[in-house]
């Protein structure tokens, strides 16, 4: 199963890149990162209306999809082990992983996801959401095959 970060926003580069890259470079089969981005001066909720438009025009047919939302759930990372050994099972061709724009995700990209996730009650800075997320994807990984990395 292929993992995607599909995320409103362009990587500026910096300490943040560098954390993503760490993890994606340890992660078996990597994490591919899709970037879209609205520039037009539109009120929020036509900006977030856009920005949902342009990340599900991303999403490959039959994606798991996470929507990082602030409502979400709160997951543990073995619960995130759990929900994508799941898709695998499944053969979901791809888990996607979510991330919307200043305001957050518009109606239609909340609609289509299948799981909305919090990171917490605090909120991330976007392009360091983009770390946690392929730590925390290596991590499961590493729940999954057993290995030592994550001790509980």
């Known amino acids: 199963m292929k993992l995607l970060v599909a995320a409103v926003g362009r990587w500026r580069g910096g300490p943040e ?10 992660l078996k089969g990597g994490l591919a990162v899709i970037e879209v981005e609205e520039r037009r001066p539109l009120p929020v909720a036509e900006r977030k209306a856009r920005e949902a438009e342009l990340l599900l025009a991303q999403l490959p ?3 798991f999809v996470v929507a990082l939302d602030e409502h979400g759930e709160a997951w543990g990372s073995e619960r995130l082990a759990r929900e994508l050994d799941q898709r695998r099972l499944e053969a979901r061709p791809a888990a ?3 991330i919307g724009g200043a305001d957050g995700h ?19 800075p ?3 959401v983009r770390g946690l997320i392929a730590e925390q994807l290596y991590r499961a990984q590493c729940i999954s095959g057993g290995h030592p990395y994550h001790r509980s």
């Open 17 to 26: 890149r560098a954390l993503f890259d760490h993890y994606v470079g340890r």
């Open 61 to 63: 047919p039959g994606a």
């Open 96 to 98: 996607v992983f979510a």
């Open 106 to 124: 518009g109606e239609a990209l909340l609609a289509r996801a299948d799981r909305k996730l919090a990171l917490g009650v605090m909120t991330w």
């Open 126 to 128: 976007h392009m360091l």
